[in-house]
């Protein structure tokens, strides 16, 4: 496709670096003092300079606006156009010229589908993993721990598993003396494990797997053979979605007991995030919740009519991002059902909305995280 205009105009680069400023001044603010009321204020600014941008540089996105009647700058957060995220699978949506593109992101990659593709500059990429970086630092510390991944090696060879290997890199960035747990054929690699925790047994570790990976071929794996890692520094981080631990009654306490028993560690934090919106990721914190991080926020909606679900009802999760200038994904309509669970009064002392995931929309396509194969995850 062709973009309808070029970032080159003084009138475009100083809203752009007015908007970079914003950024940078939201970064630095406490998640612990920043209210939900101050939080969607500041995110209306950014996000609405986005909407903006994006009908300016992407025909596909004005289109949609003026379809909606959606040109004019929003009043609310709420009040923001919102894309279906399949509809990266189905169109290419860019706002950059071909030329500047950085790197291409794939959400998935089985065969029965396209994948959703996510076109990204240098700008946007820098800023998704600048904020990466800022919220994953206050759960891991800024040290770069070692490192225990349960994956198998191979996996980032491998095109088929190109988001599961996207994944794996992007969290690798945090540790260092990388060891991969698992071997080609999925089994512990026992020598590697023993070797990590014999040098690492004193020390604060990063273990880092998808959910599912990280209970069906670790922790089930490691009890049926009766072994423990006595790792009680480990933080253990997971994503990837619950749906096939649901399937076999794994709740996140059981999930919880049971890393503490095999990996021997307390510190065990889900995130939630997507391909579509790398960076602005949902870290839980020490009271199970999934909290929006500052650059990020997230409304629930009735699946029916699209209204705004009421703090604990149920609906659709629509996510917002203030990081992406390279392609129209501020605001999409994931398909992921979910609640806020709480704003502004969540025990850890964090402020702003917290989520709990429900599992996936019914009736939509498989879409190729960790959730979706018996045997493997793409
Ligand atoms: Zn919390």
Redo the contacts with the bound molecule.
């Keep these: 496709m062709t973009n309808p205009a070029v970032l080159t105009s003084l009138s475009d680069i100083e809203p752009l670096a007015e908007y970079e400023l914003q950024l940078k001044q939201i970064m630095q603010l406490e998640p612990t003092q920043v209210s939900q009321a101050e939080k969607s204020q500041r995110l209306l600014t950014v996000l609405n300079f986005l909407h903006q941008h994006h009908q300016q540089h992407c025909q596909h996105y004005q289109n949609i606006c003026v379809v909606n009647q959606q040109q004019q700058p929003a009043a609310s957060l709420e009040a923001l156009p919102f894309l279906a995220v399949r509809l990266f699978k189905q169109l290419e949506l860019l706002s950059i010229e071909s030329e500047q593109v950085f790197k291409v992101l794939q959400s998935s990659g089985t065969t029965s589908q396209t994948a959703a593709r996510v076109f990204l500059d240098k700008d946007t990429s820098s800023r998704q993993s600048k904020t990466l970086v800022n919220i994953l630092q206050r759960t891991i510390g800024k040290q770069r721990l070692p490192m225990l991944i349960i994956d198998s090696p191979n996996i980032v060879k491998d095109p088929k598993f190109s988001a599961r290997a996207a994944g794996i890199q992007g969290l690798a960035f945090f540790g260092r003396d990388h060891r991969y747990a698992l071997d080609d054929n999925m089994q512990p690699n026992w020598p590697v494990i023993e070797e990590f925790v014999s040098k690492y047994a004193e020390q604060p570790v990063l273990i880092f797997g998808f959910t599912f990976m990280l209970w069906a071929y670790f922790i089930q794996v490691l009890q049926q053979q009766n072994k423990q890692l006595n790792l009680l520094q480990a933080i253990v981080l997971h994503s990837g979605g619950w749906k096939k631990l649901e399937e076999q009654k794994v709740d996140n306490v059981t999930f919880k007991a049971q890393i503490k028993h095999i990996i021997g560690s307390t510190k065990v934090h889900n995130f939630y995030g997507m391909a579509e919106q790398v960076g602005t990721i949902f870290v839980e914190?020490s009271?199970g919740?999934l909290?929006a991080p500052l650059l990020a926020d997230v409304i629930v909606r009735n699946p029916y009519d699209m209204s705004v679900c009421d703090i604990g009802q149920q609906g659709i999760i629509q996510v917002l991002s203030a990081l992406p200038t390279s392609y129209p994904g501020f605001s999409l309509l994931t398909e992921d059902m979910g609640r806020i669970t709480t704003i502004d009064t969540?025990p850890?002392g964090?402020k702003g909305k917290?989520i709990a995931i429900d599992g996936r929309l019914p009736q939509t396509e498989v879409r190729g995280c960790s959730d979706t194969q018996s045997g493997a995850v793409t």
Excluded: M
């Design positions: 914190c009271q919740h909290h969540c850890c964090q917290t």
